[in-house]
């Protein structure tokens, strides 16, 4: 060996590390990290809906419009930054680890979050600052986030119909809901553009397949037992499917109306009978876990409902409550962010670890 060789040797391994180890990464990443992004996403949402200009003159609502547009701005970027950054890994991991994503799609958990990188980039076209719903930028981006969407549904819910593979009542867990809540968000955009009959249209497939699925899950769900104890946050998706209803039929209806408020209501009733239960997620809060950040987006999704439902009533109790709701949601994002910085180490699972890896041993997490 001469001394060149010898010299490019260390070079070669270098390379060869670091390209096992991106490798790595890429195998350990699956689709359920895009909860950052529902998380990150919705926040924005949330906050563009608070500073929005309306006909609501109470002092509580105008608390939120002294938050400056650059704090916005900045939540914005900040959400598309690590929306990009996870389609972006995501996209590699299709490339280099193709039967891992073929593996991810036939699994009952796992296709389920195959909605949330559509369902996130929703949620920022709704929330953008650079364009308004009826401009034609905003209908290119609606098609292309909402065809996948549909696509999807095709396969999960033609399953439920034709009873082939995975039918409902084997397949049915919390995540599922992430599908109807696919539908209800394209179906709130669609209204922003006032396209009513194509939002009437995802919001009857997401409403009628969510009746059947709040049933199935009352009946398979009666107890802690049937999930990890580390994946329990993933209860707190009961709260998102009728908050983001009540919020597209507002938009659909132009009103928060009866049907809106029952929607809201039952969220509410959801979230205190959780709540009620903290023995439930004890166990799941004693080591972080990326499945913390479920309960950022449900949470968020409920405070964005609470704003259109206090500018509906107009009274003190209605704001406070969205004040309290709204606080709670920043709150939890903030601290999940700060625990997801400490714990960049973790943040990726190990291969000893229980999240969802969608692989040939065909273990039953919940992420």
Known sequence: MDTKEAQSLPVTRVFVTQKNHFSSILSRFHAGFFRISLSLCSQALLWKTLSEPSDDIHKFRNIFRMLPSTAFLLLWSLALFSLVLLSLLYLLRLLFHFDMVKSEFSHH??????????????????????????????LVLWWIFVVPIVAL???????????????????????????VIGNLVGARAAAKMGWNESALLLFAIGMSHYL????????????S??????LRPVFFLFLAAP???????????????SSSKMLFFLSLFLFLSLIS???LFKRSMKKFNVSWWAYSFPLTVMA??????????KDTASHILMLLLSGLSVIVSLVLMIFTAFNSNS?????????MHCTSNKRLSIV
């Open 153 to 179: 549904d095709i396969k999960i819910y033609g399953q439920w119909i034709t009873k082939g593979k995975r039918f409902l009542s084997g397949v049915a867990n919390p995540t599922s809901q992430l599908s």
């Open 225 to 230: 037992s049937s999930i990890p104890a580390m």
């Open 212 to 223: 059947v699925l709040f049933v199935t899950l009352y009946q398979r769900l009666p107890g």
């Open 304 to 313: 964005i409902a609470s704003t259109k439902y206090a500018q509906e009533i």
């Open 347 to 355: 943040f990726l699972p190990s291969d000893g670890d229980d999240s």
């Open 109 to 138: 958990v796992g296709v389920n979050y195959l909605f949330a990188p559509w369902i996130s980039w929703l949620l920022l076209l709704q929330a953008t600052p650079f364009f308004k719903p009826k401009e034609v930028y905003f």
């Open 277 to 279: 239960r903290p023995a």
């Open 243 to 257: 908050s983001m209803a009540s919020l597209s039929w507002d938009s659909i209806h132009g009103k928060f109306d």
